[in-house]
């Protein structure tokens, strides 16, 4: 453990200058070059990404390249691939009509198989997605405030009259943010001191000292480092010198050490991109003589009738020449609040409604939770302890009294007997916790169900408290992966801890423990295998490369299956838990059960509330994640999480209540299965929401994809749900049972 631990601190040490692009404020000077990214060309109609390259568009010059650091677990999963692009941008430079295309200015003549996979991308309604400074390109007004969402992306073209069009031509809009270089400035000293700090002490008096009259070898080496740090700190006092403070000028020094730099008194203007805005259009162009010159008939025309003429037609041999025009905007968005825009959500106090919702939801439930626990209860264990008290009294003194009066004692026995009978579940006690049949199988069970749930709790408040950021994509399945694999140990030890609770004895747990490790893990990478292959034969992005499948299996392998064990072992350290009634030899006989207390009833009626309070923030989600809006209303879900466990809890107290009081003490897996009836709804509610919302999904293998992401999200959620329902449900038929005194 303690070669871990340094192991992961070592890990931190060399991790400290490295951050995600996008995630620190970036400025550029006035014509600095910034190059724009492609990414995956992406339909909601489909959810099957595709290369940006694998489409008939012009390549840069210096060829095609990934972009470094943007790939993580998540971001591959999802299709995104990040690809350096022939759009260059200079700083407040507005240019009309640059060609794309280099050398020749124009794409080559269009084959048929170009023209077929055009076609059909279009007919699909792909969007070809952009990134510029790590924020994603959009076709909608980011200053419009009215605007209730934002959808990345722009059109790949479009069908008129039975012809096909693309848009070849692109003007973008930059919003931009004036600053004046206060984050370079940071970021450069911040560099100069982690260089400087990391020398010794020697070498910082040979960079610092003044005396000329040093030794030849020592003169050596200070001009070396010397300039080592020059060329390290340069940029850095070149800033310096240039911006002045915000309290007081600059003040002229002499300068006594590489550190130091002189005075200036240019300011010059740095700019900060907060928005990243297009314009697409399709227009026809002669491919130019010369490409480098600006072709000022590269400009959008009215979409009607009368420009059809305007428009590049797609079709066999045709030339297509890739215009775009840049235009900068100066903006008030500052770089902290640039994602504000993207990040807008449709049916604002929407959400709030629902957190009401769900908040009336558990305190309706509360309340009739108090009842049972306050009122029935408490007069149960009343009435119980009343009859104890009183089959005592007239066993030992209504012995001589039944001959002479008849059937007194008969009496007063059948009415106690009577009296016991109305609350069933104090009849149980000899049999309430009797082992479960597969008792192993509801141990890895709930092993399962405490790992993904919590797993969702830590990932939600990563994102609600906002470690996760936008810029960062897939950073969110990222940290779901990493911390459902580091949280196997846990896994491991609620299994292993059941398991021993209901055998009384932790022999052979680690059969129940290599379950675990396999089971649900297993059931997810079947699913993942399957589609990966049917993507990967489809040629589509979405399919995960052979490295990343092998890290990930790789990482179940190496990683969970061993924390699974290493949480088991814990356990058996953990003493087995008491009972507070013995369990008799010979099991009781189950009486057929009351229609309300049937296992079915009262597994349908169990889902549907805790179904209620998640649906309105549910449908919001699920449209974001399938019609491809941003969404980062993590604290909603957060929340609505929280309030939808209280009420599966509360709903599992009242299920098991109502079995026992039918005399059924097999509430073991009952009381799981109620609990994960949730998934049952959420999983009806997807296929309903496949026909009424993605009615544009077609085909066998889009329909697959989706079925897939629903049907994992729904077995997490009967694991998870399920635990809540059987902890909550041991928890009170202990205490209820506890309190039961036994003469």
């Known amino acids: 453990m303690l070669k871990l631990i340094c192991f992961f601190l070592l890990g931190l040490a060399l991790c400290q200058g490295f951050y995600v692009p996008g995630t620190y404020p970036v400025e550029f000077k006035v014509n600095a070059t910034i190059q724009a990214q492609v990414n995956s060309l992406t339909s909601f109609d489909t959810d099957m990404p595709y290369d940006y390259y694998s489409m008939p568009f012009c390549k840069p010059p210096e060829g095609v390249k990934d972009i470094p650091f943007s790939a993580n677990p998540g971001s591959l999963i999802?299709?995104?691939?990040?690809?350096?692009?022939?759009?260059?941008?200079?700083?407040?430079?507005?240019?009309?009509?640059?060609?794309?295309?280099?050398?020749?200015?124009?794409?080559?003549?269009?084959?048929?198989?170009?023209?077929?996979?055009?076609?059909?991308?279009?007919?699909?309604?792909?969007?070809?997605?952009?990134?510029?400074?790590?924020?994603?390109?959009?076709?909608?007004?980011?200053?419009?405030?009215?605007?209730?969402?934002?959808?990345p992306g722009y059109t790949l073209g479009f069908k008129k009259n039975g012809k096909y069009y693309i848009n070849n031509h692109l003007a973008f809009n930059i919003l931009i943010y004036r600053t004046h270089g206060e984050y370079t400035l940071a970021k450069d000293r911040f560099d100069a001191s982690v260089f400087f700090n990391g020398l010794d002490s020697r070498r910082r008096h040979l960079l610092t000292s003044d005396d000329v009259s040093a030794s030849s070898s020592s003169s050596s080496s200070s001009s070396s480092l010397r300039r080592m740090l020059v060329d390290a700190v340069a940029t850095a006092a070149k800033t310096s010198a240039a911006v002045p403070s915000s309290a007081s000028p600059p003040v002229a020094k002499a300068s006594t050490s590489p550190l130091d730099s002189s005075p200036s008194n240019d300011d010059p203007e740095y700019y900060m991109v907060v928005g990243f805005e297009v314009s697409p259009c399709s227009v026809k162009l002669a491919p130019p003589s010369n490409p480098n010159a600006l072709i000022k008939e590269a400009t959008c025309s009215d979409d009607d009738e009368e420009n059809v003429s305007k428009w590049q037609e797609i079709k066999e041999g045709e030339k297509i020449v890739y215009t775009y025009s840049v235009y900068w905007q100066e903006s008030d968005i500052r770089w902290a609040s640039r994602w504000d825009a993207y990040l807008r959500m449709p049916g604002g106090k929407v959400h709030v409604f629902s957190i009401l919702n769900s908040l009336l939801v558990v305190i309706l439930m509360a309340s009739a939770v108090a009842v049972i626990l306050l009122r029935t209860l408490r007069r149960d264990l009343a009435r119980y302890d009343q009859v104890a008290s009183s089959e005592g009294i007239e066993m030992g003194s209504g012995v001589g009294v039944g001959a002479g009066a008849g059937a007194g004692p008969g009496a007063s026995v059948g009415s106690a007997g009577s009296s016991r009978e109305e609350s069933g579940w104090k009849l149980l006690a000899g049999d309430v916790f009797r082992a479960p049949l597969s008792s192993g199988a509801?141990?890895?069970?709930?092993?399962?169900?405490?790992?993904?749930?919590?797993?969702?709790?830590?990932?939600?408040?990563?994102?609600?408290?906002?470690?996760?950021?936008?810029?960062?994509?897939?950073?969110?399945?990222?940290?779901?992966?990493?911390?459902?694999?580091?949280?196997?140990?846990?896994?491991?030890?609620?299994?292993?801890?059941?398991?021993?609770?209901?055998?009384?004895?932790?022999?052979?747990?680690?059969?129940?423990?290599?379950?675990?490790?396999?089971?649900?893990?297993?059931?997810?990478?079947?699913?993942?295998?399957?589609?990966?292959?049917?993507?990967?034969?489809?040629?589509?992005?979405?399919?995960v490369p052979a490295g990343a499948y092998f890290f990930l299996v790789a990482m179940w392998f190496l990683v969970s299956i061993p924390l699974t064990f290493v949480g088991g072992s814990v356990a058996l350290r953990v003493p087995i838990l008491v009972w507070p009634v013995k369990t008799n030899q010979i099991p009781r006989h189950i009486p057929a059960p009351s229609a309300t207390a049937k296992p079915v009833a009262l597994f349908l009626l169990a889902g549907l509330l805790p179904f209620a309070t998640v649906f309105v923030e549910l449908y919001f989600a699920m449209t974001s994640l399938w019609l491809g809006y941003f969404y980062y209303l993590f604290g909603f879900v957060f929340l609505v999480m929280v309030l939808s466990v209280i009420v599966v809890a509360e709903v599992g107290i009242m299920g098991t209540y109502a079995q026992l009081c039918s005399e059924d003490y097999t509430w073991w897996w009952n009381s799981f299965y109620r609990g994960g009836s949730m998934a049952l709804y959420l999983f009806a509610f997807s296929v309903m929401f496949l026909f009424s919302t993605l009615g544009n999904l077609q085909g066998f293998l889009p329909v697959a994809i989706y079925l897939s992401h629903m049907l994992i999200i729904s077995l997490g959620v009967y694991v998870s749900m399920g635990t809540i329902g059987f902890l909550s449900s041991l928890l009170f038929v202990y205490k209820i049972f506890a309190a039961v005194k036994h003469e």
């Open 78 to 151: 999802e299709g995104n691939r990040l690809k350096n692009s022939p759009y260059n941008f200079s700083v407040k430079v507005t240019e009309i009509g640059r060609v794309s295309c280099f050398p020749t200015g124009f794409y080559p003549g269009l084959s048929a198989k170009e023209v077929k996979g055009l076609a059909h991308k279009i007919d699909n309604h792909y969007r070809v997605n952009m990134v510029l400074d790590n924020l994603p390109v959009t076709m909608y007004d980011l200053l419009n405030k009215e605007s209730e969402f934002v959808r």
């Open 442 to 543: 509801l141990a890895v069970h709930v092993g399962t169900g405490v790992q993904v749930i919590s797993t969702w709790v830590l990932s939600l408040c990563l994102a609600a408290f906002g470690f996760l950021s936008p810029a960062s994509r897939g950073a969110l399945l990222s940290a779901a992966i990493f911390i459902f694999v580091i949280l196997s140990c846990l896994g491991g030890f609620v299994t292993v801890w059941v398991w021993g609770m209901t055998q009384r004895s932790y022999n052979h747990w680690y059969g129940v423990a290599a379950r675990t490790s396999v089971q649900f893990p297993g059931i997810i990478m079947l699913i993942f295998t399957v589609l990966n292959t049917m993507l990967a034969k489809a040629g589509s992005t979405g399919a």
